[in-house]
């Protein structure tokens, strides 16, 4: 459901009823005569619109995590905050850069559409930025021929699908200057070559056949990201790249967690 155009329709929708009464039904109706319940309604809400439009449009958008692909950084069901403008201004609902700031870096925790059907919302993690060669082979990644500091923190269990009981190793991994977790589960392969799909600038990644690992070039205006949760997350290994277009905006805020109440409020690394 693409909400942002729910909004943009409900809000020239009220606007377009302000604007006619005023223009031309409020002459025709008597000083005494009440207004149209219609009318009434469009007055009311088309400010309250407005605003709502206007600030998930440009400024923080809302989002709640549907899949535990990004654990043990976002849990299922936790409620999170997303910067509009980190990346740059766009349009709504066309999703057009009108306005370049920032570009996306490694290590930043992204929403973006998902490039097979953008009317899905995805977040992961970039991994690789525009012209990176990403390496991840049994389990350890490395970007521009450089392995990518990790450091074991000890075990995160949870119940996964068809009420599997999962335990994985958790890491501290170093993309930026401020780490993050991310967490394997050892007797799973890197990626599983028969589900890849045949995505835009496929010819730039090369595949193990026994699912040891792969190599990707990043392409110019596109971005290569996998989730946190490793062994769980259908991400770039998959479908591809990110082009920049699809980009969203950079989580960074939990709001509310009702799984634990401890993370409301944390900042999202």
């Known amino acids: 459901m ?9 809000l020239v929708i009220t606007g377009g009823i302000w604007l006619l009464d005023a223009l031309l039904l409020k002459r025709s109706r008597g000083p005494d005569e009440r207004e149209p319940m219609l009318v009434e ?11 709502v439009f206007g600030l998930r449009s440009f400024l923080v958008e809302p989002f709640k995590i549907p899949s535990g692909s990004m654990m043990p950084t976002l849990l299922i069901g936790d409620f999170i905050l997303v910067n509009k403008y980190t990346y740059g201004i766009r349009l709504p609902v066309i999703n057009q850069k009108i306005v370049q700031m920032n570009n996306p870096e490694r290590g930043d925790v992204m929403v973006f559409r998902y490039p097979a059907d953008p009317s899905l919302d995805y977040i992961k993690r970039v991994i690789g930025v525009p012209g990176d ?6 389990k350890r990644l490395t970007v521009n021929g450089k392995p990518v500091l990790t ?6 269990s949870y119940v996964g699908n068809g009420l599997n009981y999962i335990s994985a190793a958790v890491y ?5 200057s401020t780490p993050h977790t991310m967490m394997t589960e050892p007797d799973k392969p890197s990626v599983f070559p ?13 595949y193990n056949a026994e699912g040891e690992g792969f190599t990707c070039k990043v ?13 769980a997350s259908n991400d770039s290994r998959y479908w591809g790249f990110v082009p920049d ?8 805020f939990i709001w509310m967690s009702f799984d634990d109440f401890s993370r409301i409020g944390t900042t999202i690394q």
Request: aromatic share 16%.
């Open 245 to 252: 277009k699809n980009i969203v905006g950079k989580a960074f």
């Open 172 to 176: 501290d991994e170093s993309l930026k």
């Open 41 to 51: 309604y469009a007055k009311s809400f088309f400010p309250v619109i407005l605003v």
């Open 133 to 138: 060669l990403v390496e991840y082979r049994d």
């Open 151 to 156: 450091a074991n923190t000890g075990t995160y």
């Open 219 to 231: 392409p110019a205006g596109q971005y290569f990201m996998m989730g946190d949760n490793r062994d």
């Open 2 to 10: 693409n909400f942002a155009l729910i909004l943009f329709s409900a």
């Open 194 to 206: 028969p589900q890849v799909m045949d995505f835009p600038y496929r010819e730039n990644c090369s």
